[in-house]
């Protein structure tokens, strides 16, 4: 996502969703203002990929309701105890060829040496798709 010719630079994407995040951190008062913003990220996506976040929502809703929509670096996301468990990544926000659905740090995966922490996701999910990753959803949230 950097610069080839300089590593150091951060793409343009990158530096808008740093102050996405930044924005975030300051902004960041309840969680209905929280939810709002996960609602507004949606909203806010071409309608392939509003539709698709919209699936994705459901499911973590459905598989772990205790977790608290907030947005991640202006990415619908959920998390526990304030500290995200997962989030969903629009292809746009990136210009890049598929979504992703992507556990964070406090996803509580742990699954030997090897686990896997995101899924490239694309308008052709299916049940069975959104299934696998609601069992996931519901082993992250604890």
Do not use: H
């Amino acid at each position: 996502m950097t610069d080839s010719q300089n590593p150091e630079t951060f793409s343009a994407e990158e530096r808008k969703a740093i102050r996405e995040r930044a924005k975030e951190l300051k902004t960041a008062a309840g969680k209905s203002e929280d939810a709002a913003g996960n609602a507004e990220a949606l909203a806010k996506l071409p309608e392939d990929e509003r539709i698709l976040g919209e699936q994705i929502r459901d499911m973590v809703v459905a598989a772990a309701p205790q977790l608290d929509p907030k947005t991640y670096y202006g990415f619908p996301a959920w998390a526990r105890d304030g500290k995200v468990v997962c989030f969903f990544k629009p292809k746009s926000k990136f210009k890049v060829r598929y979504s992703t659905f992507e556990f964070d740090t406090a996803a509580s995966l742990d699954d030997g040496a090897v686990w896997a922490t995101a899924f490239a996701v694309n308008d052709d999910i299916t049940k069975a798709d959104l299934a696998m990753l609601s069992a996931l959803v519901t082993k992250a949230a604890g």
